[in-house]
């Protein structure tokens, strides 16, 4: 499966976005997705999961509250709904799938979206 993340920019603290996670191959809703991200200088971190049939999600503590994932497996894609951004969430923020449950190591995950670069302005 390919991935093809998109929908970042420059938004100020407080404020919302939505980045999208465009797949393309066969059988999308078998794959469980993950997003992560990555700041400059930062290891890439973890921010949350939806699982494939069930859309069962999962969230790092960060986020948790601020941030929901959703999908549609007919169009093929993810959402990843950001509110309440804090200038801490700026990163580039990357989808990835695999198959079987969620995890929160990126080394799990085989398919890698390129990234989409969301700045946070303070």
């Known amino acids: 499966v390919q991935l093809q993340a998109s929908g970042g920019g420059l938004v100020q603290t407080g404020g919302s976005l939505r980045v999208s996670c465009v797949a393309s191959?066969?059988?999308?809703?078998?794959?469980?997705v993950g997003w992560f991200r990555q700041s400059p200088g930062k290891e890439r971190e973890f921010v949350g999961s939806?699982?494939?049939?069930?859309?069962?999600?999962y969230y790092a503590d960060s986020v948790k509250g601020r941030f929901t994932i959703s999908r549609d497996n007919a169009k093929n894609t993810v959402w990843l709904q950001m509110s309440s951004l804090k200038p801490e969430d700026t990163a580039v923020y990357y989808c990835?799938?695999?198959?079987?449950?969620?995890?929160?190591?990126?080394?799990?995950?085989?398919?890698w979206g390129q990234g989409t670069l969301v700045t946070v302005s303070s």
């Open positions: 939806i699982a494939s049939n069930h859309a069962a999600t």
């Open positions: 191959g066969r059988a999308f809703s078998v794959y469980t």
């Open positions: 990835a799938a695999k198959t079987g449950p969620a995890y929160i190591t990126s080394i799990s995950y085989n398919y």
